[in-house]
Antibody, heavy 123, light 108 residues
Framework: QVQLVESGGGVVQPGRSLRLSCAAS????????MHWVRQAPGKGLEWVAV????????YYADSVKGRFTISRDDSENTLYLQMNSLRTDDTAVYYC????????????????WGQGTLVTVST | EIVLTQSPATLSLSPGERATLSCRAS??????LAWYQQKPGQAPRLLIY???NRATGIPARFSGSGSGTDFTLTISSLEPEDFAVYYC??????????FGGGTKVEIK
């Protein structure tokens, strides 16, 4: 069965860096685009970034562009989010999610989600 | 950026009642709209894609309709496990991929 397991969250000071990981299993990871979506405490969902199935194309929300980098290692079936220059408003649960349709970047939504990892940016 | 506006913010209903949730887009998204359910402490779950197609394993009491700028998620008869927050998402005009602000369906 498809599983996505995030890790790497924690408490970090403003301006510091953190790298999140998402370990995928149960499907051919290299066939699917992957997303990061976050949710601030008590708030709604905010899309963060997407990487195409082949890693060639990456897109970001304006709120994280230039600070966050999405990447993937298909040999390890792992998705990453490198977060630099963290701000207090980056505090959120970060989910990785699979694009539903193989071979495209975005089309029909996200059919599998991890359980999320909490990032808290605070002094 | 396409803005999705969901209404109402909160819907108070009893089990067995019909729930009608609305999602309005600031410009046409054709049929590229998805709906998600999220329960406290859990990840979102895909319910509907392409405006009206149920995702795998989703009960038939969930249905989606609409195209262009106006969409509806209907739960024909609320079960206790359906009380949750529901989000719409547009999948045509990106980046950014955008979500609506959510509708909470609570027990009356």
């Amino acid at each position: 069965q498809v599983q996505l397991v995030e890790s790497g969250g924690g408490v970090v000071q403003p301006g510091r860096s953190l790298r999140l990981s998402c370990a995928a299993s149960g499907f051919t990871f290299s066939n699917f685009a992957m997303h990061w979506v976050r949710q601030a405490p008590g708030k709604g969902l905010e899309w963060v970034a997407v990487i195409s199935y082949d890693g060639r194309n990456k897109y970001y929300a304006d709120s994280v562009k230039g600070r966050f980098t999405i990447s993937r290692d298909d040999s390890e079936n792992t998705l990453y989010l490198q977060m630099n220059s963290l701000r207090t408003d980056d505090t959120a649960v970060y989910y990785c999610a699979r694009e539903k349709v193989r071979g495209v970047i975005i089309k029909e939504g996200n059919d599998y989600w991890g359980q999320g990892t909490l990032v808290t940016v605070s002094t | 950026e396409i803005v999705l506006t969901q209404s109402p913010a909160t819907l108070s209903l009893s089990p067995g009642e019909r729930a009608t949730l609305s999602c309005r887009a600031s410009q046409s998204v054709s049929s590229y709209l998805a709906w998600y359910q999220q329960k406290p402490g859990q990840a979102p779950r895909l319910l509907i894609y392409d405006a009206s197609n149920r995702a795998t394993g989703i009960p038939a009491r969930f249905s989606g309709s609409g195209s262009g700028t106006d969409f509806t998620l209907t739960i024909s008869s609320l079960e206790p496990e359906d009380f949750a927050v529901y989000y719409c998402q547009q999948c045509i005009n990106w980046p950014p991929l955008t979500f609506g602000g959510g509708t909470k369906v609570e027990i009356k």
